[in-house]
């Protein structure tokens, strides 16, 4: 997952927090967000890049806390001057090779642990042919689909086409499925008690020619989203 506090110029935050798999389009969603919103955003938070935690704090609030300090990024990915400009702060792993990898510092310790309010939860689907965003009005409707993990695996991993991993995260939830499955029912049931928007935005990464640009709708929706909590 990934989660960013987006702050506006208007004095409005929002923090967005996404879910899915390697290549799904969490990243990539809020670069596409970032630029089409230059000239609203003040600045952004990066919570967490790549893995985060939910919880129910003990008010009984839903809250994500981050997990790592860095950002483990695929070179392919990063705008093509990054290597350059962030090598003295950064660690390489086979950068003359495919699918390269780069760890770069993403956000300070005592962000990362603190308790962040979730304003929306958004599963990156990259398979549907679809564009923007749908928001889910039942927790039997959401449940089933963060649970299934499915993407269009783009070769970022060993997988290659449509795949699912359970609850998109092959680290523990996977090897632990009843354990998790309790957590899931806990803090799933506290997002819709609590009326916090789940829902999943279309990245369109895994379909033909990334569906024209489809990204950018889901960039609009989100801006929307933010702007006006809708």
Do not use: W
């Not at 990362?112 to 009005?137: E, I, P, Q, W």
Request: hydrophobic share 40%; net charge negative.
């Amino acid at each position: 997952g990934a989660m960013v506090n987006i702050y506006l110029k208007d004095g409005t935050k929002k923090g967005l927090m996404f879910m899915g798999d390697s290549g799904a389009g969490k990243s990539e969603t809020l670069e596409a967000l970032s630029n089409l919103a230059s000239d609203l955003i003040d600045h952004q938070e990066v919570v967490f890049d790549d893995m985060g935690t939910l919880h129910i704090d003990e008010n009984g609030e839903v809250r994500a806390q981050g997990t790592e300090v860095g950002a483990f990024v695929r070179l392919d990915d990063l705008d093509k001057g990054t290597a350059y400009r962030d090598m003295d702060r950064s660690i390489f792993f086979n950068p003359e090779k495919a699918n390269a990898r780069v760890v770069l510092p993403a956000a300070p310790y005592k962000v990362v642990t603190a308790n962040h309010k979730v304003d929306v939860f958004l599963y990156a689907n990259n398979y549907t042919d679809k564009r923007g965003m749908h928001f889910f009005s039942t927790l039997e409707e959401a449940k089933p689909v963060f649970v299934e993990g499915k993407r269009f695996a783009l070769g970022t991993t060993q997988e290659k086409g449509l795949s699912t991993t359970f609850f998109a995260n092959p680290f523990g939830p996977m090897q632990r499925q009843k354990e998790t499955s309790d957590i899931i029912d806990r803090v799933f049931t506290a997002l819709f008690e609590q009326n916090i928007p789940v829902g999943e935005v279309y990245t369109c990464l895994g379909l033909p020619n990334k569906g024209d640009h489809g990204i950018d709708k889901a960039a609009e929706a989100l801006l929307d989203f933010v702007k006006n909590g809708k």
